[in-house]
């Protein structure tokens, strides 16, 4: 009996998921009609759908999709450890996650950990050329949303370069600095939220998934948004910066500005050395900036 009401749960459940997808694509063609009579060129709703990862959300529509909370510390060292490397070997990160949980999270020891809660063999991690990559190595479509991935760094440890690809999977750097040179974030159908991000250059590309950074130091920044969300903190004033904006149907905050619907390209000059570059199709992009002190 508690089979048959647990597969009728998740039959009404799939069937939801199915409509609110028919529902999105019937608001997607609306906003893109909109699009096209504001003045959004063809070109840019056609990258915001290529960047958006609907398809793969669609796809995955119908696996088990439940995520249950997972305490690290419960769990035997020995059952989850993957691989660990001296961070003396290491300049560089790469991840690709396609789905699941990404935890990132500061040690105290020297060392770069990779911990994995099950199905290890679909997860590699590697060195090579002074570049550490995890790979998600499974194949899309298929049960393991419960996967979960746990990268431990050195605190204070500064990369050359930062390189995240997140399909449709959940990548949580909380309590965590993140350092690079160069940080490159890509978010499909999925989330990335980051405490706190020091970068000489960020380049962060949402397609309909979202991306929370509460922190964010940099002299140059390149934020582009297809239907998703992007909600960003910038130390320093509003003035500190120089903004170049390009918005289709969505809408782009600076503070109390809004910039909505403007078909064509906006330049804030307040003659500072640093640039931030705003690009949004349908979505949302949110920036805040410290308050001028009087």
Not at 102 to 116: A, N
Not at 178 to 192: H, P
Not at 232 to 242: P, Q, S
Request: glycine fraction near 10%; proline fraction near 0%.
């Amino acid at each position: 009996m508690a089979k048959k009401k647990g597969a009728y749960v998740m039959k009404k459940f799939v069937k939801g998921c199915l409509i609110l997808a028919a529902v999105c694509a019937v608001l997607g063609g609306v906003a893109c009609v909109t699009g096209l009579v504001l003045g959004a060129g063809t070109g840019e709703l056609q990258q915001a759908f290529r960047e958006s990862g609907l398809k793969n959300w669609i796809w995955e529509i119908g696996s088990d999709s439940s995520e249950e909370s997972f305490d690290w510390e419960k769990e035997s060292d020995v059952s989850k450890t993957l691989d660990s490397f001296s961070s003396e070997e290491i300049d560089s990160l790469e991840i690709e996650l396609k789905y699941g949980t990404l935890d990132i999270e500061e040690s105290d020891t020297d060392e770069v950990t990779v911990k994995v809660e099950k199905d290890q063999e679909k997860c590699k991690a590697t060195v090579n050329d002074r570049v550490l990559k995890i790979e998600d190595t499974r194949e899309k479509g298929i049960k393991g949303h419960n996967y979960h991935v746990l990268l431990l760094i050195p605190k204070g440890m500064e990369f050359d370069q930062i390189k995240i690809d997140n399909d449709a999977g959940t990548v949580d750097a909380h309590d965590t600095t993140l350092k690079a040179q160069n940080i490159n974030f890509k978010v499909s159908a999925g989330e990335i939220m980051a405490e706190r991000l020091e970068t000489e250059r960020l380049k962060l590309r949402v397609g309909a998934g979202n991306a929370d950074i509460d922190e964010l130091r940099t002299s140059n920044a390149d934020l582009t948004c297809g239907v998703g969300n992007i909600d960003v903190k910038l130390t320093g004033t509003e003035k500190d910066y120089n903004y170049q904006v390009s918005c289709g149907v969505g809408n782009i905050s600076i503070n109390d500005q809004d910039f909505s619907s403007l078909g064509k390209d906006k330049t804030v000059d307040h003659g500072a050395k640093k640039e931030i570059r705003l690009d949004c199709g349908v979505g949302n992009i949110t920036l805040v900036t410290e308050k001028e002190e009087i």
